[in-house]
């Protein structure tokens, strides 16, 4: 029996969303062809959640997701939920646990989520060239022809699923956005996002020997605001929060310092405001509120290493705004290397969002983080290659 060579899709990336499209195309009789061209299937779900995969958010709603076209997320977001992925899970009888802020987690691993994808794929009959490389498309006559390292295969569409730029070393590439710009669509300018921040030789000299130090705090830049842990590491910050407020601050903005509230809560600065009078040394106080090492270094860092009854009451109320507004000008990002996501992509003015079709190219699509829709930290990424993944699957 010969190997078929047309189809009708053709989904190259079989990652999450690529996987999720190719499941539902399937069961829906349609022929599936899903070609990667890295040799693991769904390292990036593998290694994700400290290898438990965060696969979905309770409360993911399209406030959660940035795009230069906010709007674009909310119709397939509404129309594949969490709930829907849940029931997905339920079904494989994968066991999951919730964490804080309605971050859902495999009780064991993530490669069941890879297992389930694989599953719902060898239902739908998808067939598979992997590892393979494509080395060029083109289109014509209502066909994409695909020429790949293992022979040439065409069909009447064609999903892009290729990811975005973050993790390089488990194959990320540019690829997908070379495709949209060989047919036309525009890019949003990419960038690495929940990404580590480092900081300039200055501010190193006072935290850089405080590496695993931890801290709940509110940070935040322009649109963004978070409040969770901060962690100090050798080269700067990272931590939950600043991995959120990364996606809101970019390189070369040095009028958009990000900005930590210390006290992020009101008994905080109550409290401090009851020791003004006392002999103790500032970052004494602070420790109380604050891990010693970090207090000792802020209060060196903005000379205030001196007892609370020697501050005149002006002084003393500039040092809670300072501990309520520390401004940060990073010098940096740790890249795509540490980035869990891209952000930017194709710019989804280009495609439909019922559909994740081009609008001027017909039989095409882009899917999950090749487009520019990035999702907060907690499972929101994951549910958005869900979303598209199913919103294309349903359409082809």
Not at 197 to 224: I, K, P, T
Not at 324 to 351: C, F, H, M
Request: aromatic content about 8%.
């Amino acid at each position: 029996m010969s190997t078929p060579t047309h189809f009708d899709v053709i989904i190259i990336g079989a990652g999450a969303a690529g996987m999720m499209a190719a499941g539902i195309a399937g069961q829906r009789g349609r022929r599936v062809l899903l070609i990667d061209h890295y040799p693991k299937l769904g390292e990036k779900i593998r290694i994700s959640g400290g290898g438990r995969c965060n696969f979905t958010n309770l409360h993911a709603k399209p406030e959660n997701f940035i795009s230069q076209n906010p709007h674009f997320c909310r119709s397939a977001l509404a129309r594949y939920t969490p709930q829907d992925f849940i029931k997905l899970v339920a079904q494989h009888k994968i066991k999951y646990h919730e964490k804080t802020l309605g971050q859902l987690f495999c009780d064991n691993s993530a490669t069941e989520i890879i297992q389930m994808l694989k599953v719902e794929c060898d239902r739908g009959h998808v067939q598979w060239k992997m590892p393979c490389a494509v080395i060029r498309i083109e289109h014509g006559d209502h066909t994409y022809t695909v020429h790949t390292e293992q022979g040439t295969v065409t069909a009447n569409n064609l999903i892009i699923a290729t990811g975005g730029l973050s993790v390089p070393k488990i194959g990320a590439t540019p690829f997908g956005y070379k495709v949209a710009e060989q047919f036309g669509l525009s890019i949003v300018p990419p960038r690495p996002a929940l990404v580590p921040l480092s900081f300039d030789v200055d501010v190193l000299a006072h935290f850089g020997d405080l590496s695993g130090l931890s801290l709940e705090a509110e940070v935040r830049c322009n649109d963004g605001t978070f409040r969770e842990a901060i962690l100090l590491t050798h080269r700067g910050l990272s931590g939950p929060a600043i991995l959120q407020i990364s996606s809101y601050w970019q390189n070369g903005w040095a009028k958009h310092p990000i900005h930590i509230n210390l006290l992020p809560d009101a008994k905080q600065v109550t409290w401090l405001l009851a020791q003004r009078h006392e002999k103790m040394q500032f970052n004494n106080v602070l420790a109380e509120i604050l891990p010693k090492r970090f207090a000792e270094a802020w209060c060196t860092m903005h000379r205030l290493n001196k007892p609370n009854n020697t501050f005149t009451d002006k002084a003393y109320a500039a040092a809670l705004v300072a501990l309520q507004d520390w401004q940060i000008k990073p010098s940096g990002t740790l890249g795509y290397n540490k980035a869990e996501v891209t952000l930017g992509g194709v710019d989804t003015r280009n495609l439909s969002s019922k559909t994740m079709a081009a609008n001027k190219v017909p039989g095409l699509y882009f899917i999950g983080e090749v487009v520019d829709v990035t999702g907060h930290l907690g499972g929101f990424n994951f549910q958005w290659a869900w979303a598209s993944g199913f919103a294309a699957g349903q359409s082809v």
